[in-house]
């Protein structure tokens, strides 16, 4: 059983960043692959990011390569996502979600938290 909390997201204006963080709970997480999800209003869910349980494979969408990155800590289990030059149509609800393996399908994630919103002002 692994519960997620995402927090760090608000309002930032075009170009800005911001940083968002997932602390989970459960003795699974150091073995779990990570990912990032959002979802803007009237559109499904989309991949964002994923990280491998060591943290030494990453993938992105293409749409954030470059200006997103996503890390980990398995000492603190929390994972991170550092957002960069961020665009309008990067407004969203922001989740993170653990997967027994790395993979952009959101139906192969199995633990999802409730969150948190991503507004960026042109």
């Known amino acids: 059983q692994v519960q997620l909390v995402e927090s760090g997201g608000g309002l930032v204006q075009a170009g800005g960043s911001l940083s968002l963080s997932c602390a989970a709970s459960g003795r699974t997480f150091g073995s779990r692959t990570m990912g990032w999800f959002r979802q803007a209003p009237g559109k499904d869910r989309e991949f964002v990011a994923a990280i491998s349980w060591s943290g030494a494979r990453t993938i992105y969408a293409d749409s954030v390569k470059g200006r997103f990155a996503i890390s980990r800590d398995n000492a603190k289990n929390t994972v991170y996502l550092q957002m960069n030059s961020l665009k309008p149509e990067d407004t969203a609800v922001y989740y993170c979600?653990?997967?027994?393996?790395?993979?952009?399908?959101?139906?192969?994630?199995?633990?999802w938290g409730q969150g948190t919103q991503v507004t960026v002002s042109s």
């Open positions: 979600a653990a997967n027994e393996n790395l993979s952009t399908d959101v139906r192969s994630y199995d633990y």
